[in-house]
Structures are given as C-alpha cells and as structure tokens.
C-alpha cells in the first residue's frame, strides 16, 4: 500500500531578507524557488516569481519541484531527505511551504504575516536513482525528467540523489494555498500528524510541530486504517478548498 510524505519545498525562513513566496487576500501564491546563490541553476525561475526576489540572479535558484513538468529531486544523502530513499512508485509527495502575506504585487506588498500551507502534490509514477540519466526513463516521461535541475550539469544523477517523475494526472501545484494551521489548537496539522513515534504534537516544546516536520517522512501509511483516516482529514481539507482529491483512486 501507498504512503503519503510530507516535504518542505521554497524559500524559507532562512531566505526571507532575499527570497518569499507571497500568498494573497484570496489566498492564491506564487511559488518562489530557494536562492542558491553563485551557482546558476537550469533555467532562470518564472517571472511572476521574479518581483519576490530580492538582490538574487533569478537563475541563482533551485526551481525544484518542477510544476510544468511535474518532477521533483533530491540528494537523499541530506539528513533531510533521507526518508525519501524509500520512496515508491505510487506513493504521494505531499509538499508544504512558508508563505507571507502580501497586499500588493511586489516586495514593498509584504506585511510581514507568515504562515505555512500545503500547496501541491506529486503521486510518483517512476523513479530515477543515481548514475540514471533522463534518457533511462520510460519514454514518455524523458523530457519531463531532462528539466529537473538534477540533471543540469549533463551528467548521470549524482550519488544518492533521486528524481521523482509524476502521474500528469493526479500530481498538482494547488490553485491555493491551505492553510496548515499550525498557529491553532486544533489545527488541521494537529488533527492528521503524529510524531514518528506515533505521538501528538504539541504547538510549542517538546513533539513541536516544528520539530517534527523538520524533516521529510512518511506521514501516512495508507495500509494502516487510523492512519489513513488522518489522512482523509487533509485529503477533504484540500479537496474542499481547492478542488484536488489528494486520495483519488488510491485503493
């Protein structure tokens, strides 16, 4: 059976004097790829994300996960990503972001608000592992995998780094944000997660929120019914606000 993990993509805290991804009154966003300053990446990031950078190259950015193409990569051998070395065909990439609020259509629009949200999915359909070029996946799916930025350099995968290609029709970035609502009791994140030992979290302290979605895991295991109910929790959440069933045909 499928599993479902979280991953935190996008600017984040340690960006936000150079790089935000605005989220708006209607709560539409712009997904705003991390700086990585003084190495050009594949392809510059979209324009609409230009006006949020501040004092960055647009092309000094990792623009991972790829939204047209729908991939997503990444070095497993980062404490970080380990989990993902487990990832399988037809489990889900649940992916979440720090937004900030913003009035206008450019830096000046920031107010400073924040909060962090779920703002897409990718349901993997094949898996690239290191030494595998773009030309080893099925071929359908080579040009989709020959964008990722984890094959800019023109070399095979390096070690420990993965590249996982999406279903087109059940990976999405969401139209909008939804709020994880990790600011109340009762939370939409409180309400579905558990830490690893399979504990509630807290908002502050010991089991934080924070602490625990550091980094990327398995959060459900669809095959387990509490589990999975936890996970239609969100799954209704996100279809209720955006119109993308997270679950959708998942036996």
């Known amino acids: 059976m ?22 708006f009154e209607n709560d539409t966003f712009i997904f705003v790829p991390f700086p990585h300053p003084g190495t050009h ?13 501040r004092g960055v190259d647009p092309r000094e950015v990792h623009d991972d996960p790829d939204w047209e193409a729908l991939t997503y990569g990444d070095n497993c051998a980062n404490p970080r990503a380990l989990a993902l070395k487990r990832v399988q065909p037809n ?3 649940l992916f979440w972001a720090l937004l900030w609020r913003n009035r206008g259509s ?18 993997v359909r094949e898996i690239l592992d290191a030494g595998q070029r773009a030309a080893d996946a099925a071929m359908a799916n080579r040009a989709r995998a020959a964008r990722s930025v984890h094959f800019a350099s023109g070399e095979p995968l390096a070690a420990d ?14 139209p909008k944000a939804v709020d994880f609502q990790v600011t109340q009791g009762s939370g939409l994140i409180y309400r579905t ?3 690893a030992g ?39 959440a996100i279809r209720d606000y955006t119109g993308y069933d997270l679950l959708d045909q998942m036996a």
Do not use: M
């Open 106 to 123: 450019d830096w000046s629009g920031f107010s400073g608000e924040h909060g962090w949200y779920l703002i897409g999915a990718l349901r």
């Open 41 to 53: 990446g594949r392809r510059a990031c979209a324009k609409r994300a230009q006006p949020f950078l």
């Open 91 to 93: 489990d889900i990439l």
């Open 161 to 174: 780094n993965r590249v996982f290609i999406g279903s087109r029709r059940y990976s999405k970035l969401f």
């Open 2 to 23: 499928s599993k479902v993990y979280l991953v935190n993509v996008v600017a984040n805290r340690g960006h936000a004097s150079i790089a935000r991804c605005p989220i």
């Open 198 to 236: 399979g504990h509630r979290l807290n908002r502050l302290g010991k089991r934080s929120w924070f602490t625990a979605t550091r980094a990327c895991r398995a959060i459900w295991d669809l095959d387990k019914p509490e589990e999975r109910k936890r996970a239609q929790i969100a799954a209704t």
């Open 193 to 195: 997660l558990r830490t």
